[in-house]
């Protein structure tokens, strides 16, 4: 009985060895992925601070937003943009606390204090180009990766995002349509404050960027889901398998119409891909049904492509 009581103490000990462990190391990957957030937040503030200095700002062409606002005052007050930057965000910080969580508002402070400080810092250095339509396109570029990776890393540069949140959920409005209208205004008065000429200017790196925000959240390997119904499935699963390299998941479905039984080809592919696939699809089965849609992010199982025998 005693060497049992031990035996049972000693396993104990090793479970709660084990506990500590495993506690530990959970600690050391929360660690490094807050650190690789930090570092990614960084990189992405400082670049949205070079767009705006080194091109934007002296060259009087304005974003949308919260920094649209921001160089607005600061060229009617003579203050520092990187001052209003972070008092226009403050209150916006708030409300993503509120509404969205801690998480997302701490990234979102560290962003915006590493973007109003870069602004400070590089408002001495003298522009890279004094041509607007140059500008506009390399700021615009600038700008859009450097909030791209904010925002994939689970933060915000603009209040006016989650405000566009807020209206959404009490109006039959879609955030981005609060957004525009909020930019509507604010592109809008550049035209009353720098001139026409820079408010077409401010509207072509808004757009710019837009795009630039959207390709860096995204990526450039934009992945595709396919959905494909045929009555040769196997022939066709089996062709993307060796042809495509592509995995391939069968799904069991029931014709709404017919209530006949059907198999749901499932694939995921990149861009490059798409025209292949539906050749493969068209040779084997012309009359198959066949739906390719945009996905933004693949995490997990067997995407891998696999080696074209």
Not at 139 to 156: A, E
Not at 160 to 169: C, D, G, Q
Not at 261 to 282: H, Q, W
């Amino acid at each position: 009985m005693k060497e049992r009581v031990m035996q049972l103490a000693e396993q104990q000990k090793q479970l709660v060895k084990a506990a500590h462990a495993v506690k530990s190391q959970h600690n050391r990957l929360s660690t490094v992925k807050v650190l690789q957030r930090a570092i990614v937040i960084f990189l992405g503030a400082s670049l949205v601070a070079v767009g705006l200095e080194i091109f934007l700002v002296p060259n009087n062409i304005i974003d949308g937003g919260v920094v649209g606002i921001s160089i607005i005052t600061s060229h009617l007050s003579g203050l520092p943009i990187g001052l209003f930057l972070f008092l226009f965000n403050l209150p916006f910080l708030f409300l993503g606390y509120k509404q969205i969580g801690k998480t997302f508002a701490i990234s979102t402070l560290f962003g915006v204090a590493v973007m109003s400080i870069g602004t400070t810092l590089l408002h001495p250095v003298p522009p890279l180009t004094d041509q607007p339509t140059l500008a506009a396109v390399f700021g615009g570029i600038i700008l859009g990766v450097g909030v791209g990776l904010v925002i994939r890393s689970g933060g915000s540069l603009d209040g006016t995002e989650i405000v566009a949140i807020l209206f959404n959920k009490k109006t039959p409005f879609s955030v981005g349509e609060v957004v525009m209208f909020f930019n509507f205004f604010i592109l809008g008065s550049a035209g009353f404050v720098f001139g026409w000429d820079n408010a077409m200017f401010s509207l072509i790196a808004y757009y710019i960027a837009f795009k630039m925000i959207d390709i860096t959240i995204e990526g450039f390997d934009e992945s595709k889901a396919v959905w494909i119904i045929s009555e040769r499935n196997l022939e066709i699963g089996e062709a993307l398998l060796s042809r495509l390299g592509r995995g391939v998941t069968y799904l069991n479905g029931e014709g709404a119409y017919t209530g006949d039984t059907k198999r749901v080809i499932f694939s995921v592919i990149n861009r490059l891909e798409e025209a292949k696939l539906k050749s493969i699809v068209d040779e084997l089965d012309p009359h198959a049904f066949l739906a390719v849609g945009n996905i933004h992010d693949v995490k997990g199982g067997r995407f891998k492509k696999k080696d074209i025998h």
